[in-house]
């Protein structure tokens, strides 16, 4: 039986979801001009070198652009890619502008699996998550899923910082959360 903070936390993740998909085109290549600068600055600061993104899907700030500078600037891009022996985990895979691609099983673009191209967690520099809903607190809500909870789960202890990518109407005052959620170090937002 589902708790009354679940069904809030489904209830919150739908409305944010619409609210989202709402935005207009204009708003959206606005929303990833803004990203993209702010997230080339806090590279910057960081001497970052390898980068964790996504593709993005579902209303998500569009991150091609990101990915785009990021290459031009001879940057290492990764991608989350679901973990084919542990369900609910992630992996990161180099991303290169040729890089086969594959749909997973939620519909997402990711890199066709070679364990090659897998960069241990503790030597990315940034992770850049996708969000639903955030509050000013750093905690962020996610699709539902826990993939980036269970990936986040000991970034304090990493070499790496994470870092949410949102659009201003994703922000609530105060989300719901639960034993597991991990709030990240810092959110952009557009």
Request: hydrophobic share 40%; proline share 6%.
């Amino acid at each position: 039986m589902k708790s009354t903070q679940q069904t809030f936390r489904n209830q919150l993740r739908q409305q944010i979801r619409k609210t989202r998909a709402n935005l207009t085109a204009l708003q959206q290549r606005q929303a990833e001009e803004s990203i993209t600068q702010q997230a080339i600055v806090l590279i910057e600061e960081r001497n970052a070198q390898h980068i964790a993104l996504y593709i993005s899907f579902d209303g998500e700030i569009s991150t091609e652009k990101l990915i785009k500078t990021l290459w031009a600037q001879g940057k290492q891009v990764y991608l989350p890619v679901l973990h084919p022996f542990k369900p609910n985990h992630l992996l990161f895979l180099r991303y290169l502008p040729d890089t086969p691609m594959c749909q997973n099983k939620f519909g997402i673009w990711e890199p066709k699996l070679n364990v090659q191209n897998v960069l241990p967690l503790d030597e990315l520099d940034i992770l850049f998550t996708p969000l639903v809903a955030f509050d000013k607190q750093g905690n962020r809500l996610g699709m539902g899923g826990g993939f980036y909870d269970r990936t986040l789960q000991n970034w304090q202890n990493s070499s790496f910082i994470p870092v949410g990518l949102a659009h201003q109407c994703q922000q609530v005052e105060q989300l719901p959360t639960e034993a597991w959620d991990v709030p990240l170090h810092q959110i952009l937002v557009a």
